[in-house]
């Protein structure tokens, strides 16, 4: 059986396995998630995965990228999930197999006992702040694949209130990573150490080591931005030897490019080499269109 994850992080479980998706895929899936059981147009779909400038090739990128979404589903037993509509793709999905549908049927539920005055049976239903901070959580991953960092920052803070007023250590700490990536993108470096030094902390209190991984690269990250190569890379291993214990192989592949640039930094071209070659071995593996990019990035060492 299939169960997709959107309240969080978009992640695929098919007959308790964790499926491996490049982060094309991820966004692509996310899109059909938040509008299961109906039509998502082509048009819509290139427009949320080209925000800025849209290719000529965009509309066959997007249809690739459902046909690797579709194998991997195939793959994993569950060929059905997706169908191909006139002008677009439909998820189909039930409470069952989609964590945001069955949100919506307690959350329903518990409005229904209100109204009949069950009191008991609707606080259990509606103070259910985990979920509602998960909605949130996904919410600012969308934004940020957008590029609208202010907005998915603001949906980051209001989860983060969530999961503390839910006593939710993994989930804070999800969020505080997060924010330290993003504030890398704005240029606000030292907010990032702060926010993933923090994220650390909280998934060493819980003893998440594929949450440590993420991190420790988020901190290579803010490190690489404020010129600090050195210190990025040593952060960088300790990223990558937590992510490879826990199996993370996308926040793998993505730490293993940023490796290579840090090196690439120092003018440690062999290194670079090295590190983006080792990245690209993931995201073949992955079926990533990512890995065309750093095919260049290799390519253009070489000149």
Same mark, same amino acid.
């Given at each position: 059986?299939?169960?997709?994850?959107?309240?969080?992080?978009?992640?695929?479980?098919?007959?308790?396995?964790?499926?491996?998706?490049?982060?094309?895929?991820?966004?692509?899936?996310?899109?059909?998630?938040?509008?299961?059981?109906?039509?998502?147009?082509?048009?819509?779909?290139?427009e949320?995965?080209?925000?800025?400038?849209?290719?000529?090739?965009?509309r066959?990128?997007?249809?690739?990228?459902?046909?690797?979404?579709?194998?991997?589903?195939?793959?994993?037993?569950?060929?059905?999930?997706?169908?191909?509509?006139?002008?677009?793709?439909?998820?189909?999905?039930?409470?069952?197999?989609?964590?945001?549908?069955?949100?919506?049927?307690?959350?329903?539920?518990?409005?229904?006992?209100?109204?009949?005055?069950?009191?008991?049976?609707?606080?259990?239903?509606?103070?259910d702040?985990? *979920? $509602? %901070?998960?909605?949130?959580?996904? &919410?600012?991953?969308? @934004?940020?694949?957008? /590029?609208?960092?202010?907005? =998915?920052? !603001?949906?980051m803070?209001?989860?983060?209130?969530?999961?503390?007023?839910?006593?939710?250590?993994? *989930? $804070? %700490?999800?969020?505080?990573?997060? &924010?330290?990536?993003? @504030?890398?993108?704005? /240029?606000?470096?030292h907010? =990032?150490? !702060?926010?993933?030094?923090?994220?650390l902390?909280?998934?060493q209190?819980?003893?998440?080591?594929q *949450? $440590?991984?993420?991190?420790?690269?988020? &901190?290579?990250?803010?490190?690489?931005?404020? /010129?600090?190569?050195?210190? =990025?890379?040593?952060?960088?291993?300790?990223?990558?030897?937590?992510?490879?214990?826990g199996?993370?192989?996308?926040?793998e592949?993505?730490?293993?490019?940023? &490796?290579?640039?840090?090196?690439?930094?120092?003018?440690?071209?062999?290194? =670079?080499?090295?590190?983006?070659?080792?990245?690209?071995?993931?995201?073949?593996?992955?079926?990533?269109?990512?890995a065309?990019?750093?095919r260049?990035?290799?390519?253009g060492?070489?000149?």
């Open positions: 059986m299939v169960r997709f994850q959107i309240l969080g992080r978009v992640e695929l479980n098919a007959g308790g396995q964790m499926l491996d998706l490049g982060r094309r895929q991820r966004e692509l899936l996310a899109v059909l998630l938040l509008r299961a059981n109906e039509t998502v147009t082509l048009d819509h779909l290139v949320f995965s080209f925000s800025g400038r849209v290719p000529p090739s965009a066959r990128q997007v249809q690739n990228t459902a046909g690797r979404l579709r194998k991997a589903l195939t793959a994993a037993g569950c060929p059905d999930v997706i169908t191909t509509m006139a002008g677009g793709y439909a998820l189909n999905a039930g409470p069952e197999t989609l964590d945001l549908l069955e949100w919506a049927e307690h959350l329903q539920a518990g409005r229904q006992a209100a109204a009949q005055g069950r009191e008991r049976e609707a606080a259990a239903s509606q103070t702040k985990e *979920g $509602q %901070a998960e909605a949130h959580h996904t &919410l600012a991953w969308i @934004y940020r694949q957008r /590029g609208d960092f202010d907005e =998915a920052i !603001r949906h803070r209001l989860a983060l209130d969530l999961y503390r007023a839910a006593d939710v250590p993994h *989930g $804070q %700490a999800d969020i505080f990573n997060g &924010l330290g990536f993003l @504030y890398v993108e704005l /240029g606000e470096c907010q =990032a150490l !702060r926010c993933c030094g923090q994220a902390a909280l998934f209190q819980v003893e998440n080591l *949450g $440590q991984g993420q991190a420790w690269a988020g &901190l290579g990250y803010a490190h690489h931005h404020l /010129g600090r190569h050195d210190d =990025a890379i040593t952060r960088y291993h300790q990223a990558l030897e937590l992510l490879r214990v199996r993370d192989r996308a926040t592949a993505e730490t293993l490019v940023h &490796l290579g640039d840090a090196y690439a930094a120092l003018r440690s071209d062999q290194s =670079a080499r090295q590190a983006w070659q080792d990245a690209l071995t993931v995201l073949d593996e992955l079926g990533s269109p990512d065309e990019h750093v260049a990035k290799l390519h060492s070489r000149q």
